[in-house]
């Protein structure tokens, strides 16, 4: 019984390793909206102000963590005209247990002092605005654009993206910028906000970078690296310095 079932799952991966380039873009992201139908940002905020303050604070560290940090944040300041008037000892406390807190409290008073200067406190709506903003660059206002009106001008590519992305086939590039351009032909403009979010809730559910679950996962039969995934999209190890 036990020699059967390990017969069929190495025939069920052999069917899936029959060599596939490249995972049908739009099927493979509604099966994707399917499994993850719940699939949101998971910065907790109210309003784009909060939310884009929350993007910047998520530099380099989880959402986890930012959505521990804000509600503190936001009681104090809930808006940009408040945050634009606190300074930057009032705002480092409450900021603290984020990696580069210093710079980050930094751009939070920047970019709130800006949005008052400019703006009329409010946050603008393009692109080309928002990444004027002190330490806001094309992906946060991508994920600004894209949760608050769905008009993103391009696919918010963060680790989970970049890792599915290359083992579905849908990219052969490393680097963000290009992985978006990537994305951006093959997805239609609709789909680029929810194509962030259900790529990061399944490679935070499923595909996880050191051992995706391929016998879990509802799109094997689409994905190319299905069964051989563990090296693909992979950073590389880093390298030890001796003596
Ligand atoms: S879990 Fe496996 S089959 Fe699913 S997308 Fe990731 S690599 Fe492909």
């Known amino acids: 019984m036990a020699a059967k079932k390990k017969t069929t799952t ?10 596939k380039k490249m ?4 099927p493979t992201l509604e099966r994707l909206e399917a499994i993850h139908p719940d699939a949101h940002c998971e910065l907790d905020h109210e309003g784009p102000f909060q939310l884009l303050v929350a993007t910047v ?13 804000t509600p503190k944040l936001f009681a104090a300041y809930p808006d940009a005209r408040t945050l634009a008037s606190a300074t930057q000892d009032d705002v480092e406390p409450l900021v603290s247990t984020l990696g580069f807190f210093r710079q980050k409290a930094k751009s939070i008073i920047g970019l709130s002092k800006k949005l008052v200067a400019s703006h009329g406190g409010a946050v603008p709506r393009t692109l080309a605005e928002l990444v004027e903003l002190p330490g806001v660059g094309r992906k ?25 992305s290359q083992r579905l086939g849908w990219t052969k590039n490393t680097d963000p910028v290009k992985i978006e351009q990537d994305l951006v032909k ?5 789909k680029w906000d929810r194509t962030s979010h259900v790529l990061i809730f399944h490679g935070r559910r499923i595909c996880f970078a050191r051992k995706p679950s391929c016998e879990k996962c509802g799109i094997s039969d689409m994905c190319p690296s299905a069964f051989a995934a563990e090296n693909v999209g992979r950073k590389p190890p880093r390298l030890r310095v001796t003596g």
Do not use: M
């Not at 995972?23 to 739009?26: E, F, N």
């Not at 206002?141 to 949760?147: E, I, Q, Y």
């Open 10 to 19: 190495a025939s069920t991966r052999a069917k899936a390793q029959v060599k």
């Open 57 to 69: 604070l998520s530099a380099q560290t989880t959402d986890v963590n930012v959505n521990k940090a």
């Open 140 to 164: 946060t206002a991508n994920v600004v654009l894209g949760v608050t009106w769905n008009t993103p001008e391009g696919v918010v590519v963060d680790t989970h993206v970049q890792r599915i």
């Open 186 to 190: 093959l997805l239609p403009r609709e």
């Open 23 to 26: 995972a049908p873009p739009v």
